[in-house]
């Protein structure tokens, strides 16, 4: 008999969103996998949970791995844990779980708390169709060539992001989705400084700049897809481009496809110029 591996989700700020379920299986397990065992020390010691913990994050996870597979198939139960959150959402944790399907190990979650779903359920934004993005490119060039692979999707996106660089993807979002696109940003969620404010991205820019002390803390960025008329005009506009510059000049193709279908005249020329 083989042992099982529960991937348990942690609270996102608030330690009481623990469950109940989840606090059992913490104490029941032979032992604790976390991401920082140092932080995950705050958690355990909070519900008098003293089962070992060992370290399990991005850089020692292939080795880690391994060891864990070893115990599970030697019948010792383990936990997955993350700092906040539920494991391998934007966490450590693909490369044991796919391990463990391989070796025919059970994977029993514990859900709980997901910041990314817990900004959308407070949004306002539509949630019956969403696409989780994870956190957006580090780099601009990088950046703004993920969000113009988004900018027709009619999803809502969602993004996870950091203090330091909320300000330039707030930046580039305007400039890939348009200053007028409907966004929640979600921050601190379930701690003493949640806020979360609703308005279009330039609205949102605007009131980060002017506002120095809501630029701390974990953001998850909520965005309405693009309506689904635009991305058929978009689709329209380019299947006409394409049929008129074989046979006029870039700009005079451009400038008709502009009156039939409305799309953006700088859009349309730079996919000519394509």
Excluded at 94 to 105: C, N
Excluded at 116 to 142: D, T
Excluded at 144 to 162: D, P, S
């Amino acid at each position: 008999m083989t042992g099982i591996l529960y991937i348990v989700a942690t609270p996102i700020g608030n330690l009481t969103d623990l469950s109940a379920r989840a606090i059992d299986t913490l104490k029941t397990v032979a032992y604790i996998a976390a991401e920082d065992t140092r932080h995950s020390k705050i958690l355990l010691n909070h519900f008098a949970i003293r089962t070992p913990l060992v370290s399990y994050h991005e850089h020692n996870e292939t080795r880690a791995s391994e060891k864990l597979i070893q115990d599970l198939k030697n019948g010792l139960s383990i936990a997955l844990i993350t700092d906040a959150g539920t494991p391998l959402i934007s966490d450590p944790g693909y490369t044991l779980v796919t391990k463990a399907h391989e070796e025919h190990i059970r994977v029993s979650p514990i859900p709980g708390a997901s910041a990314a779903i817990a900004a959308l359920s407070v949004a306002g934004i539509p949630s019956e169709r969403f696409a989780f993005e994870g956190f957006l490119p580090a780099k601009k060039m990088q950046r703004i060539a993920c969000l113009q692979a988004l900018v027709h999707e009619t999803r809502t996106l969602i993004f996870y992001e950091t203090p330091h660089r909320i300000l330039d993807a707030l930046h580039d979002l305007c400039d890939c989705l348009g200053e007028t696109r409907q966004a929640t940003i979600a921050r601190e969620i379930t701690k003493l400084f949640e806020t979360i404010k609703h308005d279009n991205l330039l609205g949102l820019k605007t009131w980060l700049e002017k506002n120095p002390e809501q630029q701390k803390g974990e953001f998850v960025l909520i965005i309405a897809g693009a309506s689904e008329t635009k991305e058929k005009d978009a689709v329209l506009a380019e299947k006409l481009l394409a049929q008129l510059t074989p046979h006029l000049p870039l700009s005079q193709a451009v400038k008709i496809v502009v009156e039939v279908t409305g799309v953006k005249r700088n859009k349309l020329y730079a996919k000519g110029l394509k």
